[in-house]
């Protein structure tokens, strides 16, 4: 069983992926972290579960979800981590979290997805051709992970240090605090009142009142309400209003055909 949060679509394509790959299923975990639903899930194969990394960790709302939830059946756990180049200490705190469970911790595979974290200006746009690029590297990774997690084999990513978990862990909440405030989140004149926003939100931060989304309360920045909006009318301050709007379904869209056909053979 493969279970899942994405915002922007890179976590869902390499768990979808996988899914293909294995003959397994998927579970999408953004209703259930909403609905803090804690029923246990069951699955007969070993659990996979696919993050993104936010501050150089796994989403904090899904780390604290996925302590709570149940997981029934098979005992072992792998975990694929997509960011863009960095994964921190995810796989340290993965391990930790499943080793308090009580089950077999199987390793980690980190992905470079294309940069989707566009509310700073910290983080240089990628250009198309490097955006298809690591999307197409992505194929070749599914592929080694695939065939390890099918033999019962371990994942291994790269040794972290002391340094990076003393300085990731006090980092993280005070970054969280003062570099994510949603203030300057906003739809523009192009909302058409849908709602998506609010539906896609993992920490429900997002109410909709007058037809108009307010935002509310604590946020991770995940930028699924600026990435799945419809009409592209959400904004983050002047920070976004010139940058493209990135999902990945968009780009998989548009792909050369050339490159659509090489990847369906494969």
Not at 28 to 47: M, W
Not at 56 to 81: A, H, Q, T, W
Not at 225 to 232: F, G, K, L, R, T
Request: glycine fraction near 6%; aromatic fraction near 10%; charge should be positive.
């Amino acid at each position: 069983m493969i279970l899942f949060f994405s915002a922007t679509g890179n976590t869902e394509y390499i768990a979808k992926k996988l899914a293909a790959k294995l003959g397994d299923s998927c579970m999408p975990l953004l209703n259930r972290i909403k609905a803090h639903d804690y029923s246990p899930i069951f699955s007969e194969k070993p659990f996979i579960i696919c993050a993104p990394v936010y501050v150089c960790e796994m989403p904090r709302f899904m780390s604290d979800y996925l302590k709570k939830v149940e997981l029934r059946g098979n005992r072992k756990v792998y975990f694929i981590f997509t960011s863009g180049g960095y994964a921190g200490i995810s796989g340290t705190l993965a391990k930790s979290l499943v080793r308090k469970k009580g089950m077999d911790y199987m390793g980690c595979a980190e992905f470079k997805m294309p940069r989707n974290y566009i509310a700073s200006n910290m983080y240089p746009e990628l250009e198309k051709p490097e955006i298809l690029r690591r999307i197409s590297e992505s194929e070749k990774k599914v592929n080694t992970a695939a065939y390890l997690i099918k033999n019962g084999l371990k994942l291994s990513s790269r040794f972290v240090f002391l340094f990076e978990k003393a300085v990731t862990l006090p980092f993280n909440p005070v970054w969280t605090r003062i570099m994510q405030p949603t203030k300057d989140f906003f739809a523009s004149d192009k909302c058409v009142g849908c709602g998506k926003c609010a539906r896609v939100c993992p920490l429900n931060n997002i109410v909709i009142d007058g037809r108009k989304p307010v935002w509310m309360g604590s946020c991770a920045h995940c930028m699924g309400c600026i990435s799945n909006c419809p009409v592209e009318a959400i904004e983050y301050g002047n920070i976004t209003q010139s940058k493209e709007k990135y999902n990945i379904r968009r780009h998989i869209d548009k792909m050369p055909e050339t490159v659509k056909k090489s990847k369906s053979t494969k």
